[in-house]
């Protein structure tokens, strides 16, 4: 039987162990996932292998502390340099990013983007601005404090906090923050936020399962949006892939996956 599970602080409301459960028991594998609650990002190394598992999935606020703890970092993550998918392969621990790539595919339906405005500076906020650019989407950060844009402007991004930043019109306003997440909070204060959404052609909240404020003001501007839940589909499908080393098609564990939302 193999073990995987996902970390995170919060965890409780993860969808994870149901989508991946559900592949399990549809394809007939010997598998079995898990939560598990971890507040010290710095554990998750050793709390990994002290439970013997063959993978897991990084949640808030610990997709950067895993990149840290890999042996071996591989694909996009190199980039973003931070990792939501960890695989154990021969006794070593290597650590992918399949939040970019899911992001891309949910974001298909918003039509032609050109630019697009990130809120958050965190892991999903890495993970998004590395995969709108490679997608030729222009992206901006926006965060409510200086400390996380560090690497946004390494990478030559343009960066702003709340007090630096002026409005200009973005095509999709983005929240990565988890304001909403445990709280009845905004991501930008409200003014503000009004005004980049009177400018959008779309919004998408990364948060999925429940209807954050920030979703709540944006279904009342009347713009197209979504909330989390395709890209929370397609991050896990990818990641189910690599947990199955390659062994089942795509098309089969989306289809098993895809099933899970409906229960
Ligand atoms: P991090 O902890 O790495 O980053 C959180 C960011 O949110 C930081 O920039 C932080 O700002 C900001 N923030 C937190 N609280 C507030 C607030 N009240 N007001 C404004 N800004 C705030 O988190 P992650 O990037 O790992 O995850 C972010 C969210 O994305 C989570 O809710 C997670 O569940 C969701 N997610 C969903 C996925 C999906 O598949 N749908 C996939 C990945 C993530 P500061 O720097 O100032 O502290």
């Known amino acids: 039987m193999k073990i995987f599970s996902i970390f995170g602080d919060p965890v409780s409301h993860s969808r994870s162990p149901l989508m991946h459960n559900y592949v399990f028991k549809s394809l007939n594998i ?19 292998f002290a439970k013997a598992l063959s993978g897991a999935n990084i949640t808030v606020p610990h997709k950067e502390a895993a ?19 960890l695989v154990l392969e021969k006794g070593k621990l290597i650590g992918y990013n399949t939040d970019a790539d899911g992001f891309m595919s949910a974001i298909q339906s918003f ?4 630019n697009a ?27 409510r404090s200086r400390g ?22 973005y095509d999709l306003i983005i ?20 005004e980049l959404l009177e400018q959008a ?9 429940k209807e954050t404020p920030y979703l709540r003001e944006v279904k009342i501007s009347g713009l197209p949006y979504k909330d989390g839940s395709d890209m929370l589909l397609e991050q896990g499908v990818l990641a ?14 989306k289809s098993a996956m895809t099933r899970s939302f409906s229960l």
């Open 30 to 48: 010997k598998a079995c996932y898990s939560r598990t609650h971890l507040s010290d990002g710095s554990r998750l190394r050793d709390v990994f």
């Open 67 to 85: 990149y840290a703890q890999c042996d071996e970092v591989r694909g996009v993550a190199k980039e973003i340099k931070a990792v939501n998918t």
């Open 111 to 114: 039509g032609e983007i050109h």
């Open 117 to 143: 405005l990130i809120l958050g500076a965190g892991g999903t906020a890495r993970a998004l601005s590395i995969a709108l650019r490679h997608g030729e989407i222009t992206p901006t950060i926006l965060n």
């Open 148 to 169: 996380r844009l560090d690497y946004f402007l390494c990478e030559g991004f343009e960066c702003f906090e709340w007090d630096d930043f002026t409005v200009k019109p």
């Open 175 to 194: 929240n990565t923050t988890s304001a909403g997440l445990s709280d009845n909070e905004l991501p930008v204060p409200r003014p503000l936020l009004m």
């Open 201 to 209: 052609k779309g919004a998408i909240d990364v948060i999925y399962g």
């Open 240 to 253: 189910n892939h690599l947990f199955l080393h390659g062994k089942y098609p795509i098309d089969q564990i």
